[in-house]
């Protein structure tokens, strides 16, 4: 058992809430458990230097995380003038995850900007932060189509993210902050809806993982993200 | 009339909600109309080293948009590597606003950090976060006492703050963002309890205003912030 | 009666002196007792981005205290590599007073680069820089209208500005740093020679202030601003 | 058959040169193929705030590439003045490598800092700086035991890493620049000399991969770091 | 003759004025011609860290120009956030130059930090600066000497200089911004009373130069040098 | 005699290594005794903006040292975000010295950056840096003829840079680290074939040089140089 009593296969409560705010083509609130997610998309109609005239598309994110979402307050990266690498690392993570399910082709030569913004911190705000972008996206993409911008939603398949660790020698799905910091291993799995995956991340935090444990963690993952892309598919159809 | 069917003399609907977020010790949501700002009141055991010694306390806020709080999307201050000069103004005016109502030597040797993010904007961001703070400051000084830190609220009286602006000649409280965008002078008041100024910020964007017009939006802020203030008092009598 | 022996309605010693520097369009040392500021203006025939194509001009400002200007030294911010809160308050501030009284649309499509360096410091420096600059800018004007590139002077009327306090309960005019550190509100007020004014930003460090109190300050700025438009007038007469 | 003549399952020519730069406790010139990298390690008699009076140590790694290690010129990240995101994320997952084989405790309070620079890069310059960076490590810390300082070597296994990717839908060992850039797929593992993981990163550049693809990866991956080790052990024992 | 009508070996119109900025412990006016460099020398009773606890003192330079101290205007450093290559070059200088003649012993474990801000460039403003921040220096250590803080005066001997340069084939003492754009040569020397160079320092803009015209310039340096160290005591013992 | 043996106007031992990179147009790894510096030449069809459309081409460098080049590990410049002063006055000696024997014309409107990463440093960098660069140059001019790009190889004449210094009352030839760090006088000479100067640099670290010690240094600097260019020529004839 839990120390919030859920099962090791159970993910936290999940809520994911559309058009949060009112200027952006897409905005999400994603919610896992504690950990709050604001996810925005932002179309522009631009590329990056190194894409423009070939005629594709673009999606890419930033991450950023409210001073006080977490337990003691961090200063703001603004205010030190550089990103951390660890800021560095979740927002090329969540563009990679992103652009691996757009058919960039097809959006044609313009960019979506994901902003996903932690407003309350509690464990896995990376995986939220995916699973509730692929929600603002495909809002910002319908807002293309409706716009007559583009013919057909980019999108080839959903994508949703979870975390899975080893916390006393026991996997557990969708660690909270908790878990996190007495885990030993803790891995992300990024997932497509055809059960195929984009990304995966180990990380051993004291003890390495043999094959086994490994195949264990991914199975467990690959039950959590099933479940996520139900819910991402219920709140798309409201 | 204006645009949402407002009297000049009305503030927006204005809504307050405390305990918006679980670890800062104190948070407010503050929302003039479709102004949505996420007040946190954080607790640090320390002073700014020009304090250090001295017994005094300190109060000091740190004000930021999400980039896609306005309509079209702001580049984030991170991401570029510093802080523009809107920015600076603000947080320098609310953390001003709010050391004016403080008792710093009863606060002690401590620092109470104010941060204000801007969720979503149209107009008086800057107004909706001095009174949103106020009541985030407060929370956080009742936890003071509640933890027996310190024996009494170091608050003199309350504070809040409004804007007035002239408007194709006639004189609005409370200006949303398309008034704003379109006004010939905006002014910023930030009152007291007690009916007298800690700050008044009065800027002519197209036509310079007469001593006369700077008594009308004078009375005008007075009204609003008497308002304001009782929908503070109720938020904290919750 | 004041340290220096002024009496509280009087100005400190005011000195304007034109072309201080060869190579500016215009440029000016002002000088409101120690205080003393060199002002320059720069013609650029250039806009920023957000105004290329539309025919209108712009006026903007720097502002920057050598680090021996004060007291004590300050550290450079150069070699900090960012501008203070402060600086960024004050060059805006400076910015807007001078477009607030210039005919953007006459000037075309070209930038007046105002430059205001603190020589010696001794309270007062965004006041003297604002009467300052607005004779370094008519300067500039007039150089452009003497090499044929404008018809006429872009101006709408002058400029000036001047701070008012209140130490020991006495309204002062025109504070010098010994005043400015110990008084309880602080006003600054930038008015033009209709009478009228274009910002005023009143500050209480200590005890906010009444209505009552914020007329008093106003009636003497307004005796001491027409007193710099006499000086600023007589010197560009020279 | 590669472009290059391998088999599949085959690493490029894989060399470790010990005691490369006269200064550093520990340096190793390691090259995989074409890939050079210079892999330096520094003891330094202090820790980081956050481990100071604790007893243990810290390993950490900084990686950069010399501006014409690469086919075209890149801009010194000094020059820039911040370090990109993927520098982040590559010297992060060196120095989580090392750590995870590392007694920090044994180590004491001391650190190590590993520089990894990359002369000529080819593909793989993170498995071959960690692979090389562990050389380098041990040793620094036969330095520290030569000197008295520790008792025993504070390594509790070998680590090393390698690389593994689908090229046109068959996985390759070790790619060089031209597969790499061509993979649908690339995942680096970075395992202990016992057989286990303490880091697993796999990115679909272009096409989503399959359970049982992840698992061919992670064979041949088995395979090839099993021979890194030999050639790690041997230039160990020189 | 110069385009000037000065003769090879003239140097411009010197002049040093003392006691320019009443708050610094040191300060000069010096003038090269057109060439105007504030100077300030400011005491701080603190030494870097590699000094602490020696006993010794220090003495640095930061240099700066204003922005229209030019021609056409260059931008603030500050606002771009670093310094250029070749402000650090010249503080650089004029450190190394202040220290050479300094007994920093004798000077006790304390700073002097000179400020050279260049009001108006007319070429030379590095030996402009480093023969006024002789003086200022002086002035401060006169300062400590009469505060009682030091027994003595910490100077060895004094140091002045000046730039010489090759324009169309032929040698000419001091340039002015003209003669330096079209030089073929440019050297800079720094020379103190006893006949002997703290900082020699040539550049071939143009066509390099031999022995012998390396040898008439220095001839042409040492008579410049002279002269002004008669001007600097000249203004010392007003 | 020497700390290594040398006598006074004897070099260390010399070596050049061309084509030590793949990728780069030119690249020489130069050792001056245990100073190892990796020189490379990367040719970019574009010039600085202040020479676009003028026809001539540019030559620039950059410097930077490992951080375990020295013998205690210097923090990279890249993490504090920011080059130092030493830095940015190497790198532009080096890009000065280059340039003088370059015919930019002839080049055409392009750019070689020179890169000198220092691997090792054991003293006299910058001169290596200079002596290697210019080797790297030619090879990158000699890949410019070859594609036909270039008529004729843009080079006047060799170019290379030797120290001297004065150690303890005596004139010693190509200083290392030991010796540059005792040296009352350090002075870098860079050389033309045709025995001309394009940039002397001399300072007194502890005491002043005389006219009669600057001679001695030049001539022990000229014999020095003379050997450099054969070894430069014997490089570049292979």
């Given at each position: 058992m839990r120390s919030d009593g859920r099962s090791s296969a159970a993910l936290r409560h999940i809520r994911i809430t559309r058009k949060y705010i009112k200027h952006a083509e897409g905005s999400v609130l994603v919610e896992f458990g504690d950990t709050k997610v604001l996810c925005t998309a932002s179309v522009e109609e631009s590329v990056p230097p190194f894409l423009r005239g070939k005629g594709g598309g673009w999606v890419t994110a930033e991450y950023s995380m409210l001073p006080r979402a977490t337990h003691t307050r961090s200063p703001r990266e603004a205010a030190k003038g550089k990103l951390g690498g660890r800021t560095h690392e979740i927002q090329r993570l969540i563009g990679r995850s992103?652009?691996?399910?757009?058919?960039?082709?097809?959006?044609?030569?313009?960019?979506?900007?994901?902003?996903?913004?932690?407003?309350?911190?509690?464990?896995?705000?990376?995986?939220?932060?995916?699973?509730?972008?692929?929600?603002?996206?495909?809002?910002?993409?319908?807002?293309?189509?409706?716009?007559?911008?583009?013919?057909?939603?980019?999108?080839?398949?959903?994508?949703?993210?979870?975390?899975?660790?080893?916390?006393?020698?026991?996997?557990?799905?969708?660690?909270?902050?908790?878990?996190?910091?007495?885990?030993?291993?803790?891995?992300?799995?990024?997932?497509?809806?055809?059960?195929?995956?984009?990304?995966?991340?180990?990380?051993?935090?004291?003890?390495?993982?043999?094959?086994?444990?490994?195949?264990?963690?991914?199975?467990?993952?690959?039950?959590?993200?099933?479940?996520?892309?139900?819910?991402?598919?219920?709140?798309?159809?409201?």
């Open positions: 992103l652009r691996a399910v757009t058919d960039l082709t097809l959006l044609g030569e313009r960019s979506v900007l994901i902003d996903c913004d932690v407003i309350q911190a509690d464990g896995g705000t990376r995986t939220a932060s995916i699973t509730g972008a692929y929600v603002a996206l495909v809002d910002a993409f319908r807002w293309l189509v409706a716009q007559g911008t583009i013919a057909a939603l980019p999108v080839r398949e959903a994508v949703a993210a979870v975390s899975v660790g080893i916390v006393n020698g026991e996997v557990f799905l969708d660690l909270n902050y908790v878990e996190d910091s007495r885990a030993d291993v803790d891995m992300n799995f990024v997932m497509t809806s055809s059960g195929r995956f984009v990304e995966v991340q180990g990380t051993a935090e004291a003890e390495p993982f043999t094959c086994v444990q490994m195949d264990e963690m991914r199975s467990l993952a690959m039950i959590g993200i099933e479940r996520l892309m139900a819910i991402q598919q219920e709140a798309l159809e409201q």
